[in-house]
């Protein structure tokens, strides 16, 4: 379940940052590009957080245990 959370947020951030591409090159005021950045960079926090949560509380062995 864990896997399929993280490759969900994965895609997400990868969506993000092509619309955000798109929007660079159609966009005249910029304001989709940079929803579309702020979304990606919050995706990739959530990525970071749940993962270091998930290392904190067994769901994902370390190194030497």
Do not use: C, N, W
Request: glycine share 10%; hydrophobic share 60%.
């Amino acid at each position: 379940m864990l896997k399929l959370i993280i490759v969900l947020m994965l895609i997400g951030v990868l969506v993000s940052l092509f619309s955000g591409l798109f929007f660079l090159y159609r966009d005249r005021t910029g304001d989709r590009l940079v929803k579309a950045l702020t979304l990606r960079i919050a995706l990739s926090i959530a990525i970071f957080i749940v993962l270091l949560l998930s290392y904190r509380f067994g769901l994902i062995p370390g190194y030497g245990h």
